[in-house]
């Protein structure tokens, strides 16, 4: 599974930006997945998650509130939609996939390419 992660940028604090993840594959629908970020002299963290069905999904505690995931199984793509950003938010996001709903990046198999988010301040 190739996927492509999409929609990151400059953005102010308090602004909303939506990351996109295209899959190559119409199985997209098999696999759980995830949204991590790792920022500079960080190592990648746990942002969301998505179960194959759309539930059960879980957050990262900073982000409870702000940012919400969703995936369109007949289109082969997952959302994460962020809202009130932070400058803590700044990172490289990416989207992964994997056989179960997890918070471990060890447990998705497949990564998209990131895409920067930076939140001015």
């Known amino acids: 599974v190739q996927l492509q992660a999409s929609g990151g940028g400059l953005v102010q604090a308090g602004g909303s930006l939506r990351l996109s993840c295209a899959a190559s594959?119409?199985?997209?629908?098999?696999?759980?997945m995830g949204w991590f970020r790792q920022a500079p002299g960080k190592e990648r963290e746990f942002v969301a998650s998505?179960?194959?069905?759309?539930?059960?999904?879980y957050y990262e505690d900073s982000v409870k509130g702000r940012f919400t995931i969703s995936r369109d199984n007949a289109k082969n793509m997952v959302y994460l939609q962020m809202n009130a950003l932070k400058p803590d938010d700044t990172a490289v996001y990416y989207c992964?996939?994997?056989?179960?709903?997890?918070?471990?990046?060890?447990?998705?198999?497949?990564w998209g390419q990131g895409t920067q988010v930076t939140v001015s301040s």
């Open positions: 992964a996939s994997g056989p179960v709903i997890a918070t471990g990046a060890n447990q998705y198999t497949y």
């Open positions: 594959e119409r199985t997209l629908r098999t696999y759980a």
């Open positions: 998505i179960n194959r069905g759309g539930s059960p999904i």
